[in-house]
């Protein structure tokens, strides 16, 4: 129950920080056990950008989905005409995002973000909201 009660102030985290950036956003209450149907965290807009979002989070061991979860964040994200995109938030970080074809795929078919994977490949917040652009030794 702590755990999700931790979840939970995650995604309210992320709405408000969305909702700050320009963003309608809205927390989808039918997300995990409230319904049949598979339904992304939190979705986002600004009139430009849309994005259907996995939000996970943990205090530093590594996030895994289940393939299940990623084909149905992807199948809603394609139907909707939105980005998918999985955030991942670990504590005492802020939260960086992921195409699902980024992820790296366990041989069960599963999906797994490390810590050092997001601070090092993940998009931070700020870009993902359009306020900052990551410039790369490649860019120079």
């Given at each position: 129950?702590a755990?999700n009660?931790?979840?939970?102030?995650?995604?309210?985290?992320?709405?408000?920080?969305?909702?700050e950036?320009?963003?309608?956003?809205?927390?989808a209450?039918?997300?995990?056990?409230?319904?049949?149907r598979?339904?992304p965290?939190v979705l986002?807009?600004?009139?430009?950008r849309?994005y259907?979002?996995?939000?996970?989070?943990s205090?530093?061991?590594?996030?895994?989905l289940?393939?299940?979860e990623?084909?149905?964040l992807?199948y809603f994200a394609?139907?909707?005409?939105?980005?998918a995109?999985?955030?991942?938030r670990?504590?005492?970080?802020d939260?960086?995002?992921?195409?699902p074809?980024?992820?790296?795929?366990?041989?069960?078919g599963?999906y797994r973000?490390k810590?050092?994977?997001?601070l090092?490949?993940?998009?931070?917040?700020?870009?993902?909201?359009?306020?900052?652009?990551?410039?790369?030794?490649?860019?120079?």
């Open positions: 129950m755990a009660r931790k979840g939970d102030r995650r995604e309210r985290e992320l709405v408000n920080r969305l909702d950036a320009g963003f309608a956003v809205m927390r209450p039918a997300s995990g056990s409230a319904t049949d598979e339904l965290d986002a807009g600004d009139g430009e849309f259907a979002i996995e939000a996970k989070s205090s530093g061991d590594p996030i895994y289940s393939g299940e990623v084909e149905a992807i394609q139907n909707f005409g939105a980005k995109r999985i955030g991942v670990f504590d005492r970080e939260w960086y995002f992921f195409h074809g980024d992820l790296y795929t366990t041989d069960g599963n973000v810590k050092e994977t997001a090092a490949d993940g998009v931070d917040f700020e870009e993902f909201v359009g306020i900052s652009t990551k410039t790369t030794l490649d860019d120079l």
